[in-house]
């Protein structure tokens, strides 16, 4: 199954790219089985960031996987579980750990 992937980059204004993204999906979501959080390219300032993954989690069904794509460093785990993410993928724990530190 192929998860809707919420884009928008840093907007999160009423009305902007993110907003309008999550309304034409949420229209679909009898047709989807889960939604990404994409569009984050984890240059962002932490606080404009967890604000794109706080909006996204608002406006998303609770009942469906919500997938954060590319994210992987520990604080961020905690933050965006507490935000409401449900799954994370990331090659940093895995670069980290060929070098003998595990998370």
Request: contains cysteine; hydrophobic residues 35%; aromatic residues 10%.
């Amino acid at each position: 199954n192929i998860y809707a992937i919420v884009q928008g980059g840093l907007d999160v204004s009423p009305g902007g790219l993110r907003e309008q993204c999550l309304a034409e999906f949420t229209k679909r979501d009898h047709d989807l089985p889960g939604y990404a959080i994409g569009g984050l390219a984890g240059g962002e300032d932490k606080s404009d960031f967890w604000r794109v993954v706080d909006l996204c989690c608002r406006n998303l069904p609770e009942d469906k996987p919500r997938y954060l794509m590319g994210v992987g460093y520990p604080v961020d785990i905690v933050v965006c579980s507490a935000l409401g993410v449900d799954q994370y993928d990331c090659v940093y724990p895995t670069r980290t750990a060929r070098f003998g530190t595990a998370f």
